[in-house]
């Protein structure tokens, strides 16, 4: 869980922030299969959210965050890459991020995309849905196709 829902509560927050940030990585959400989805560590963070008066901003970060079924059943290319990084895997490392232009990748994550707006699309306490990427040495940014 995100420190910032410790216990499952949101903090005290002053008056003059309007909201709070959860982000999941899309294997959190979508961990064994392509059909099947938690939704709990988000619903969590919006009923926190909501009972603290506050709005929420949902962020999925895929890369290497991509569930491993992606590669394994639905066949997704990726480069792999060594982790150097302090935080994220362990250092050293080796980790896959899907190819951005695979078409398995765009596949799964179009239909990922559309089932989170689906399941949040009509929540007034969701402001905004980031789909990010990643930071820092970003692979999708560099890798030529």
Same mark, same amino acid.
């Given at each position: 869980?995100?420190?910032?829902?410790?216990?499952?509560?949101?903090?005290?927050?002053?008056?003059?922030?309007?909201?709070?940030?959860?982000?999941?990585?899309?294997?959190?959400?979508?961990?064994?299969?392509?059909?099947?989805?938690?939704?709990?560590?988000?619903?969590?963070?919006?009923?926190?959210?909501?009972?603290?008066?506050?709005?929420?901003?949902?962020?999925?970060?895929? @890369?290497?965050?991509s569930? $491993?079924?992606?590669f394994?059943?639905?066949? %997704?290319?990726?480069?792999p890459? *060594?982790? &150097?990084?302090?935080?994220?895997?362990?250092?050293?490392?080796?980790?896959?991020?899907?190819?951005?232009?695979?078409?398995?990748?765009?596949?799964?994550?179009?239909?990922?995309?559309?089932?989170? @707006?689906?399941?949040?699309? $009509?929540?007034?306490?969701?402001?905004?849905? %980031?789909?990010?990427?990643?930071? *820092?040495? &970003?692979?999708?940014?560099?890798?030529?196709?």
């Amino acid at each position: 869980m995100d420190p910032c829902f410790k216990n499952g509560t949101c903090p005290a927050l002053p008056a003059f922030v309007d909201g709070v940030y959860v982000r999941v990585n899309w294997d959190q959400i979508q961990p064994l299969s392509p059909t099947g989805y938690n939704w709990s560590r988000i619903d969590r963070a919006l009923t926190s959210a909501r009972a603290a008066q506050k709005r929420l901003q949902i962020g999925v970060w895929p @890369g290497i965050a991509s569930p $491993h079924w992606l590669f394994s059943h639905a066949g %997704a290319q990726y480069f792999p890459m *060594r982790w &150097n990084l302090p935080w994220g895997p362990r250092k050293c490392s080796v980790v896959k991020t899907p190819l951005p232009w695979d078409p398995v990748f765009l596949q799964a994550w179009g239909h990922f995309v559309a089932k989170l @707006g689906d399941r949040y699309d $009509h929540e007034p306490d969701v402001w905004k849905v %980031a789909l990010e990427r990643q930071r *820092r040495k &970003n692979m999708q940014r560099e890798l030529n196709k």
